[in-house]
């Protein structure tokens, strides 16, 4: 089944203590991207990447590091959360990203709801 | 402005009505539209895309594009309590508009 798998899917951590949240795809989808959702504030884009090696920042990449070494794997790494990190998060993937000629959709991962004490 | 936007709702209607969503963006460039629904807690699932002008439908479900007033839109007919979700619209440089809260009563 086509999927993106995230993981894991609920996290409750303390302020400072790093922390990774995996994400995979089985598409063999180019493009990678990371979101987290707040109340009133929508999908914000954190990192994405077109790329095996390349990441972007998108609108609030503050605190967040991204790796894409292989392309099925996108993690998202806080390595000092803070109360403010608080919020749900989704990994997705599609073919192709943005400006490209072909115009895929995202594909979501189940998403995780990660609270910093 | 933002480059996507839609109005946050709620949006109510009751069972049986069509419910009509709507969606502005600003970049003249945009090609191509995709609609998502979205249950509380859960993640953004694709149920429309819509890649040139005029409408397209699937189901109960139909997308309008209209290039030159800059607006899609989706009309959702016969909506069923189960239609009810956050309906979120996004542009082909996969900006995101805060999304539309539908309900719909029995």
């Known amino acids: 089944e086509a999927q993106v798998t995230q993981n894991p899917r609920y996290l409750i951590t303390v302020t400072g203590k790093k922390l990774t949240v995996t994400c995979s795809q089985n598409m063999n989808h180019e493009y990678m991207s990371w979101y987290r959702q707040d109340p009133g504030l929508g999908l914000r884009q954190i990192y994405y990447s077109m790329n095996v090696e390349v990441t972007d920042k998108g609108d609030v990449p503050e605190g967040y590091k991204v790796s894409r070494k292989e392309k099925r794997n996108f993690p998202l790494i806080l390595e000092s959360p803070s109360p403010n990190q608080t919020s749900l998060y989704f990994c997705?993937?599609?073919?192709?990203?943005?400006?490209?000629?072909?115009?895929?959709?995202?594909?979501f991962g189940n998403g995780t709801r990660l609270t910093v004490t | 402005q933002k480059e996507v936007e839609q109005n946050s709702g709620p949006l109510s209607v009751p069972e049986g009505a069509i419910a009509s969503l709507n969606c502005t963006y600003s970049?003249?460039?945009?090609?191509?539209f995709f609609w998502y629904r979205q249950y509380s807690g859960k993640s953004p699932e694709l149920i429309m895309s819509i890649y040139s002008n005029g409408d397209k439908e699937d189901g109960r479900f139909t997308a309008q594009l209209n290039k030159a007033s800059q607006y899609v839109s989706l009309l959702i007919r016969d909506s069923q309590p189960s239609d009810s979700a956050t309906y979120l619209c996004?542009?082909?440089?996969?900006?995101f508009g805060t999304g539309t809260r539908l309900q719909v009563f029995p």
């Open positions: 996004s542009n082909d440089k996969l900006i």
């Open positions: 997705a993937s599609s073919y192709s990203g943005p400006d490209s000629s072909y115009n895929s959709p995202l594909h």
């Open positions: 970049d003249r460039g945009s090609q191509s």
